[in-house]
Each structure stands twice: as structure tokens, then as C-alpha cells.
């Protein structure tokens, strides 16, 4: 997985992730990954038993234990990218729907390459993901921590430009994200977290479906 790096814009240093994902937890998420893809094919050849192996060996507690005392914990996480929570300026606040439609999330995953645009990992559809939970016994428990190892490759949605700062539903104030930096950006700005626009580098070509072919 090409890892995201660091740039120096008059003296400041620009990150180009949310979270910096370690070389440990971008092997473990590039093998977890081909794993549930095998799973995935497991389970629409009517393999269920090969498709259970397979998200059982696709388990990496450790991502989930990583994500829980890196990213999940505020007071880690924040000071380590050098955001003084205590003294940020509340944002001025939204009123309209932050509902985005189907159709939208959609044209941003095809487009995205089903990557988040920030750290380039792969990302995993929810629909996909439960149907892997319902038919094949990956691990789900009510709590991060009893979660597969998979949680961090989990879709979500990001309004680059927060929606509480103003931004918009449309496609071009969207891009994927993986879980650890959706949850990690919160309602900050990219200036608030010294993060380069991701839209301003190509999506990544990498092949990878989401497991969307699951959803159909």
C-alpha cells in the first residue's frame, strides 16, 4: 500500500493523511483485505464454510486495538497532530440536512476507487461487510474492541470542507474515507489538522471493488 507523506509548506508541516497509518497496520489491512476478498468469492460460490475460514484468518485484533488507543482516545490522538482541542474555535454551526443520497455516495465510491483519499487504504462497503457478518461469522461484537480487525477499513463518507464550517452535500465536497480518518477529522478543517486537500491528488488506481459485487 503506497503510505501518504509529509510535505513542508512555508515551514509548517503539511500532513497528507489524517491518520498516519504505520507500515505494521498497512500490511496487516493489505492482507486482511485480500483475504475477505477470497471470502467474498467464498460466499458466492455457496462456500460458506471456506468463506468463515477466511474472515477468521482476515482477523487482525490488532488493528482494532491500534485504532482504539491511537485514534479512538482524544486526548492521544489530537495532541499528537498538534491541535490544541481546548483552545479551537467552535465551528459557526449548519442548520441544513447533512443527508447525502445514494446516487451520490455511489458515483464517490466508483470515483474513489473504493480508497480513502487520505491514507489510500482500502475501504470495506458496510452492505458488503454485514452480509459477511450474516452469512459468513465475521466477528461483530457491540463494541470496538470485540470488532474484526476489518473495522478500520470501513466506508464512510467525508465533507472535505466540514458541513458545520458550511460545506455542501455535493460530490465535489466529498471524498471516501476510511474509519480512523473520517473519525479522526470529526468537524475540524484541513487547516486545523495541517492536512493537504485530497482533492487535490489523483484518486488511487488499485482494482479493489469494496467487495461491492457482495451488495447486488
Not at 76 to 92: E, I, K, M, Q, T
Not at 143 to 171: A, F, I, K, Q, Y
Request: hydrophobic share 35%; aromatic share 8%.
Amino acid at each position: 500500500m503506497q503510505q501518504r507523506g509529509f510535505d513542508s509548506v512555508l515551514g509548517v508541516t503539511v500532513r497528507a493523511a489524517v491518520v498516519d497509518h504505520p507500515a505494521w497496520v498497512a500490511a496487516a489491512i493489505e492482507e486482511t483485505r485480500l483475504k475477505l476478498d477470497l471470502a467474498a468469492d467464498a460466499l458466492l460460490d455457496g462456500r460458506h464454510g471456506r468463506a468463515t475460514e477466511l474472515c477468521r484468518l482476515a482477523d487482525a485484533p490488532e488493528l482494532t486495538e491500534w485504532f482504539h488507543t491511537t485514534v479512538q482516545r482524544p486526548s492521544v490522538f489530537y495532541p499528537s497532530v498538534g491541535l490544541d482541542r481546548a483552545a479551537f474555535r467552535p465551528s459557526p454551526g449548519n442548520t441544513g440536512s447533512r443527508s447525502v443520497s445514494v446516487r451520490v455516495l455511489r458515483k464517490r465510491w466508483v470515483r474513489d476507487g473504493y480508497c480513502c483519499r487520505y491514507c489510500d487504504t482500502p475501504v470495506l462497503l458496510k452492505k458488503a461487510r454485514d452480509r459477511l457478518v450474516t452469512e459468513a461469522g465475521l466477528r461483530w461484537g457491540p463494541r470496538n474492541l470485540e470488532r474484526h480487525g476489518c473495522m478500520v477499513m470501513t466506508e464512510s463518507h467525508d465533507h472535505v470542507v466540514p458541513h458545520s464550517w458550511g460545506g455542501t452535500n455535493e460530490l465535489d465536497n466529498l471524498v471516501t474515507a476510511c474509519w480512523p480518518c473520517q473519525f479522526a477529522k470529526a468537524q475540524y478543517r484541513l487547516e486545523d489538522l495541517r492536512v493537504h486537500d485530497p482533492r487535490s491528488r489523483p484518486p488511487k488506481d488499485s482494482g479493489w471493488d469494496g467487495l461491492s459485487r457482495l451488495t447486488r
